[in-house]
């Protein structure tokens, strides 16, 4: 089955810098990768996603790259602000509808 | 649409007791997840259904855990019995297949089994 690693952990940026989180997959049928953002004591919630046949996607500050021959796909956050400040979880599907998640970073924008 | 409706929010338990779960999915929606979240594993899929048909239970960690979906509008996940180690959220997630792979969640059951 797919198996996901997210990295960093812990990531501490300074606002108005940007920040990127790495994760990778095993299973070369994955097609689907969403991003989710889960605030303290708050439901996760997508914010972006790319499917494998787009190799970027942008949403205004926030970007996710695909590199499928490497199984690796990344989020970019630019211009990070304060509210950016969350535990932002990678996924990516096993078969259409099942997602298998990574472990997490949890981001820290200083003010 | 009110989205993905959990109750209770929180659930504190003695072990050895039975807990139940309860899930409303979005109106429409035709896939329910069940999800746990610890700190040291992170979201970890449970179950899942399609139009209320379970297709992967691969992520029940074991017989003391069952879930039911009976009907498009509520599902359960009931453990029985419970144990400290179950302690966790406890999230619930819906999506339709018409409208590409987009999980909502709902806010989540915090149990705490004694």
């Known amino acids: 089955g797919e198996n996901v690693e997210q990295h960093p952990s812990t990531l501490s940026v300074q606002e108005g810098d940007s920040a990127v989180i790495k994760c990778t997959y095993s299973?070369?049928?994955?097609?689907?990768f969403p991003w989710y953002k889960q605030e303290l004591g708050k439901r996760p919630q997508l914010i972006i996603d790319?499917?494998?046949?787009?190799g970027e996607k942008k949403d205004q500050r926030i970007a996710v790259t695909l590199n499928k021959t490497a199984k690796h796909f990344s989020l970019h956050i630019t211009e990070t602000q304060p509210e950016d400040s969350a535990v932002y979880f990678c996924?990516?599907?096993?078969?259409?509808?099942?997602?298998?998640f990574g472990t997490g970073t949890r981001l820290k924008v200083l003010a | 649409d009110a989205g993905v409706i959990q109750s209770p929010r929180h659930e504190v338990t003695e072990m050895g007791q039975e807990v139940t779960l309860r899930c409303k999915p979005i109106?429409?929606?035709?896939?329910l997840f069940w999800y746990r979240q610890t700190m040291m594993r992170g979201l970890e899929l449970l179950i899942y259904?399609?139009?209320?048909?379970?297709?992967?239970d691969s992520g029940m960690p074991e017989d003391r855990f069952s879930a039911k979906m009976p009907n498009a509008s509520f599902s359960t996940l009931k453990i029985q019995p419970s144990e400290p180690r179950d302690s966790a959220v406890y999230f619930c997630?819906?999506?339709?297949?018409?409208?590409?792979?987009?999980?909502?969640f709902g806010p989540g059951t915090r149990l705490t089994v004694l």
């Open positions: 997630a819906s999506s339709f297949a018409g409208t590409g792979n987009e999980q909502f």
């Open positions: 259904f399609n139009n209320n048909v379970p297709i992967d």
């Open positions: 790319i499917r494998s046949n787009v």
């Open positions: 299973d070369s049928a994955s097609n689907y």
């Open positions: 109106s429409g929606h035709d896939y």
């Open positions: 996924a990516a599907s096993e078969g259409t509808y099942k997602y298998i």
